[in-house]
């Protein structure tokens, strides 16, 4: 079984930053894809970043440039380094990671930035 968890979370003012870890024992990330989403209130769960195997990345509209997502594999993590936060990025944020099709989620971190 993977295990997935999230953390670095937390509340922060508009235009701050903040470091997402997430956490996964195991094999190394090279063969899996891992993505981050989030959940805002009253919003469906959306797409963030997703990084592959071989480094490639893909951002949403509304994060890229501000957002980036990288792989520590020695230290079985992948980040989500956020810049620039605005408020509509209040949401929790999920880390899903993607290994030969199953699907392993962590718990989720909330991250609330104030206005």
């Known amino acids: 079984q993977v295990q997935v968890m999230e953390s670095g979370g937390g509340l922060v003012q508009a235009g701050g930053s903040l470091i997402l870890s997430c956490e996964s024992a195991g094999d190394s990330f090279a063969t899996d894809v891992v993505s981050w989403y989030r959940r805002a209130p009253g919003k469906q769960r959306e797409l963030v970043a997703r990084?592959?195997?071989?480094?490639?990345?893909t951002y949403a509209d509304s994060v890229s440039g501000r957002f980036t997502i990288s792989v520590d594999d020695a230290e079985s993590t992948v980040y989500l380094q956020m810049n620039s936060l605005k408020p509509e990025d209040t949401a929790v944020y999920y880390c899903?990671?993607?290994?030969?099709?199953?699907?392993?989620w962590g718990q989720g971190t909330q991250v609330t930035v104030s206005s």
């Open positions: 899903q990671r993607n290994r030969w099709g199953s699907l392993y």
């Open positions: 990084i592959t195997g071989t480094g490639g990345t």
